[in-house]
């Protein structure tokens, strides 16, 4: 309930000075070539209370900064179905727990023996062998590493030490209380835990899919998008109520609609909720700097940020090479993963608040240390890669390099399940060619999908869905369904975003055919049956297959369709074409 102390303009001060700010910091970075990470930071610290003192921390600023870390957990565990867990075992069996032991060990044996009592020891060191799921996923957003073995296998290591946060703080919070119950508290945890994990699976398998397609069906974008943020919410707020964290409860929401053809739909409809609270996170972490103390500890700080970020880089270097990475993949890997975790943050107000065990001048220096860590991370990032390509070059070896090949290949992008997308799927499916499938038809999507196709719900119109379905580098665009004035209107963004990438296009007259060739596009008037027959076979021609192969392809055809088969006439057509 809203405090009746505070007028509406002073309740919305908070947020209107985030916006604002936010959104200049933004600018600013972008004319200064910063990452905004760093321009997020560094806004926080001047308008905190420390420098001009435009806001302070309070609840309102708290609870913006957790929505931040909530929507991108809940980001997070979209991206990890049970498929994708059994995938990634090397990574969450492997390389997650050898680094978090490399980097955590050491750092709590050195606050052990700084002497801080060890059981904050434990917790603030274990909290340090974390990375920022906020930092890393925007460093990978913003250097196109989403689909490459070194971004996947990131993300599973983050996926990882978030599950181990969470216990974490529960362990945290349980420093100021009887150590007696320390046991039972993380065991009841642990259970609740594992209760909210099964709900999630089971929810994800039987009930998000149905209860998604009803949304679609009613062709009500807002319904959608109300029912979005109501998943993420609701189950930031079950788990919560269960004792557990917020983030757990958006993590496993995420990890629900995993499963469901309606993930990128949803990444989609997340997305700007998304980004725009993390910025209010990174503004919150500079809002924590006591820069009078920061100033004063200046050295201590900086040595605190460069302990962090050489240490973590060496553990994640090492953990890379005692589970098979290339030396120039584990190097940008070690960089990667080098900055300290907004977890840390968290665990050391809990700790602070909970008891006095920590004195205030350990908590400036590793908080600042903390914050200082992610401000450098991309500086951080960036220099890994070039170091990670001077290593490839001089010892001829892949800079990104995973010991599995895990590289999905480039797919073909279809748009619209009609009678010509389905066969152009049937062709690349038939010739062993990934491809990605969208329909924004609510009644052909499930149509599509009730007869085993793979298909994703999303319109034609919306790149950022494709690249969220990780084809950014489309092999091939099939419009399955044409639509002249949205081809048009969308074809100078695929040509920048798709540069050189071709196109085909099924039609039913000599008019569309003309239009969408003059938009530079492989137009087909479909003249033999079934309709999109000759698309398909010059699908399979760009694309290399041999003619021997498209004409077995296409007998196969007429054998599945009940119809003569005009192999001949179809590979001549599209010969004379070319």
Known sequence: MADPS???????????????????????????????????????????PHVFGVIEENATTHLLAELGVVFLLFDIGMHVSV?????????????????MVLAGVPFTIALGLFGLPWPAAIAIGISLALSSTAVVSRIIDERNLNSCPLGRSAIHVLIFQDIVAIFLLIFASSLGGDS????????????????????????????????????????????????????????????????????????????????TSFRHQIQTETGPFRGLLLSFFFMSVGLMLDVPALIANLPLVIFAAITILLFKTMSGMLAGLLNGWSKAGTTQLGFLLAQGSEFTLVVMAIIVAASDIVSPFAETIIVAGVALSLAAAPVWAGLGMRLSRLIAARRKDAP??????????????????????????DALTDNDIPFVAFDADPDRFMSAIADGYQVLFGDASNLKLVEAAGAAQARAIVIGAPRYEVSKAITPAVERNFPGTPRFVSVTNDEDEARFSALGMHAWLSVTEPHGIEMAADILQELGIDEDRISEWLKTQSERYHIEDRSEDVIEIVEEAA
């Open 6 to 48: 505070l007028s509406p303009v002073e309740a919305l001060m908070p947020a209107m000075v985030l916006l604002g700010v936010g959104g200049a910091s933004a600018v600013a970075s972008k004319v200064l070539k910063l990452s905004p990470i760093v321009g997020y930071l560094a806004a926080g610290v001047l308008i905190g």
């Open 83 to 99: 498929r994708e867990m059994r995938e990634s075992g090397r990574d969450m069996i492997g390389l997650a727990p050898t680094h």
């Open 180 to 259: 007696g119950n320390l046991a039972i508290t993380m065991g009841q945890a642990a259970i609740a835990a594992f209760v909210a994990f099964g709900a999630a699976i089971l929810a994800g398998r039987y009930l998000m899919g149905p209860v998604l397609q009803l949304l679609i069906s009613t062709r009500n974008q807002e319904a959608f998008t109300a029912a979005t943020l109501f998943l993420v919410l609701a189950a930031a707020a079950a788990t919560a109520t269960m004792g557990l964290s917020l983030t757990l409860g958006a993590f496993l929401a995420g990890l629900a609609v995993s499963g």
């Open 400 to 425: 990104v390099d995973a010991p599995s090949s895990g590289a999905t290949a480039t797919p073909v992008v279809i748009f619209g399940m009609t009678d010509a997308g389905r066969l152009a799927a």
